[in-house]
């Protein structure tokens, strides 16, 4: 395969997994009433307290989906916002008690559903495939320089905000 193959197929292999995934998720979490999105928000305030700014970035969404969801999760009671003192525009959210408990009932429904899928792969190719994993994650970490540095170039070449590139024209 060359590279121009390998880059399609990578390509086409993250859509699929971030598809895939999200749709084992979401049937692992409907019977609690609970989302994808609220998972990821929860996972992170598991580390403290956020601006809502911090957990957008966070959970790659945008601010306003951000402020829906922590709406759902603190009248479910799984996450509280506080106004910082002398700034009443600035709001920070942190996980309570009963967010941590669903974070951890909704960790192990996780961790099971994954332990169920690596066991389908054969056992020699597991280590393997985990260790390349953790590898790609960390390279698609927004804090990682390099990512940034790709995000910068993928907007700077956007031809759908230009509809000349989109043509192949030039200017």
């Not at 959210?93 to 899928?117: F, N, P, R």
């Not at 390349?132 to 960390?138: D, G, I, V």
């Amino acid at each position: 395969m060359n590279k121009s193959e390998q880059i399609q197929s990578l390509r086409q292999s993250f859509s699929r997994m971030e598809r895939f995934f999200s749709l084992l998720m979401r049937e692992q979490f409907s019977c609690c009433g609970a989302t994808v999105q609220q998972w990821n928000c929860l996972e992170v305030l598991l580390d403290g307290p956020k601006s809502m700014n911090a957990l957008a970035a966070q959970v790659a969404l945008h601010q306003s989906t951000v402020t829906r969801i922590v709406e759902k999760l603190e009248k479910q009671g799984f996450a509280v916002r506080t106004r910082k003192a002398g700034n009443q525009r600035s709001v920070e959210v942190e996980i309570t008690g009963a967010g941590k408990e669903m974070h951890a009932w909704m960790d192990g429904q996780c961790t099971q559903m994954t332990s169920d899928l690596l066991d389908l792969l054969p056992k020699a190719r597991q280590a393997s495939m985990v260790e390349a994993m953790e590898e790609f994650s960390q390279l698609l970490d927004p804090d990682n320089q390099a990512f940034q540095d790709v995000l910068k170039r993928c907007c700077e070449n956007q031809a759908c905000c230009n509809p000349d590139q989109m043509k192949g024209e030039t200017k």
